[in-house]
């Protein structure tokens, strides 16, 4: 059973939350075996969602940890789990991602009863992973993520391009695996355990070797479960395909277990690393942002550019890790403590973003059955209550005040600042953090560009489709949903100075900073003067909405304008005059077009015996370099290979005698 390990009142009700979620998680499942009572399964699952996000607050506000210790597996060795501040932080997100998702299901059919199982199993699985206290634990709570992920994106009858999504991430999940799997085997033979807490008592007596092995190979593990860039070619794929809610819940929490991974071994149970590790985080994360959105703007397919954008928050997240591993190492623990605070809190923010994001255009798919942003336009008249939330998480994701996306960044900002003026880190060092506030702005400013299109093309202008022009309003619980997670972009904006206060609280710990010593405002709720820059997030966000307001009353007190139909030249107003996805991301495609290597092809038929065109058909394109000239051409290597080994696997066993015959004089040359 859990056992709270503080005296206090609120730490009693922490292991009381836990046993509760898991409870809310199991019956959840099995209520989706039982045909009587499925339909109570994502009213269960939502119950889970809001009480993991109860036990993740109380963490993170310091009501007391919580730890449970299960029998031997297979005699193994005990499954122990251990919930604390750090965990409290992924709980958060996951409670915010899980409850919305699953309450925007209320009412609908899964498409099959297997997947009405995993729904819940998978977030059980979350949990387990945020809570394991040793390798075993750790890696089978992982693994059991992983298959009921795949179980989920493959469905009972995927098609062929979702079964070639899903074997991609089935194999991509299994390299990380792997990789986590040595890096842990690695630190279990050095230390005699597989316990965490005893691998950070040992930290000082493991060699630098296999100490450096141990980080570079989780950090592989890591990275790749995360989708950063180079790594990310299974995000892109396998999210898109996924049913809506469960997109929301692998791109909100799933990939923050990545991030969760590499704060608890690499910084948490380590004590941090070299230098050449926390550069290699910070330049992971630049790229990872960078190109994330380069390519989400690039792309027509509303949740592919979803996909990529959690590359691009990936990144934003990763460079807060690689900032607080650099400051860690060279003892400015103050400004490391702060880094990983913004990225904790942009952890939790994004979960709240995304996953609103994500089932906003679930809702447009069930309401048009259509994806490509060209044939879209016109929804907001026909799902306002959609387009509103919708262009919430849009701004959130973009960094504008007063949301939440503002404040994370505002942080990670404030943390990369100070990396670069301090003197603790070499000048080497503090370029790096430099070069990456370049990187970080750039990247905030092609996403509001993103989001500008993905917003405007989506839901303003005339319908470019039939489909677009009969959509119809979410369902009541897609409403729901999608207004709470809304509530929580706004919340967590305003509430951002106590919200930062209690994870840069959360993030001294993990860093092992003195809680004694002054911390850095870097967000507070009101003003207030000091050497540290500062943002007033509930001053600066009642002003907005203060003018907001005056703005309003003042266009309704003005005598009612005349609505008539945009010139156009004389022309009536038709869908075809509209910017399209295609053409709106085109002069930011020739600007980067040395990174993206656009493909454009034009077709033109002619009417018979005449020079007039009859129609024009024009295909762009970008060049994914990774995936096409990398990856691409190493899978195809990789079938020929096999191809090759299974004309040797004959089934003649003449054939088998002769590969020992060749064999055995092959290591008697060898042995002369």
Known sequence: MFAALDPSVGAALIPALFVATAMAFGLAALSAAIARVACFSPVLATAGGVLAAAAGVGLVVGAGTATASGGQVLGLTPMALHYDGLSGAFLIALGLSSAAAS??????????????????????????????????????????????????????????????????????????????????????WATGSLDFAAWHIAVPSIAPVTRDAALLLTLIGFATKAGAFPLHIWLPRAHPV???????????????????????????????GPDWLGLLVLALGGISAVMGVLYALMQHDLKRLLAFHSIENIGIIL????????????????????????????????????TLLFLGAGAVVHATGLRDLNRLGGLARKMPVTALAFGIGAAAISGLPPLNGFASEWLTFQALLGAAGTVAISPALRFA???????????????????????????LGLPRSSAASTAHEATKPERAAMALLAFACVALGLGAGPAASALLTVSRSVIRVDQAAASLPAVTSGPRTGDVASYAAL?????????????????????AARRVDTWTCGIAPKAAFQYTATSYAKPIRLFFRRILLPEREIRVEYHEGTHFPASIRYRSEITLILEDRVFGPTHALSLRAANFARRLQGGAIQLYIAYSVLAVFILLLWAR
């Open 433 to 459: 953090a430099a070069a990456t506030i370049g990187a970080l702005a750039l990247t905030t400013a092609l996403a509001v560009a993103c989001f500008v299109k993905a917003t405007g093309v989506t839901f």
């Open 242 to 272: 996924a049913p809506s809610h469960v997109s929301a819940v692998m791109s909100g929490v799933m990939i923050k277990t990545g991030i969760y991974g590499l704060v608890r071994i690499g910084v948490d149970v380590m004590g941090g």
């Open 103 to 188: 309450l925007s299901v209320v009412g609908e059919k899964p498409r099959s009863r297997l997947e009405g199982i995993a729904y819940p199993l998978f977030l059980m699985s979350i949990l387990m992973v945020l809570g394991a206290s040793n390798a075993f634990a750790f890696l089978l709570a992982w693994e059991s993520m992983a298959l009921l992920s795949a179980v989920l994106v493959f469905g009972l009858r995927p098609s062929r391009a979702v079964v070639s999504a899903g074997n991609l991430y089935l194999a991509m999940t299994h390299v990380a695996t792997a990789a986590i799997l040595v890096g842990f085997a690695l630190l279990a």
């Open 319 to 354: 460079i807060g890790v690689g900032s607080a591993m650099l400051l860690q190492a060279h003892g400015a623990t103050q400004l490391a403590a702060l880094a990983l605070a913004a990225a904790l809190f942009h952890s939790i923010n994004h979960a709240a973003f995304k």
């Open 539 to 559: 001053a600066i966000g009642l002003l907005l909405i203060v003018a907001i307001g005056f703005v309003a009353l003042l266009v309704r007190s003005r005598r």
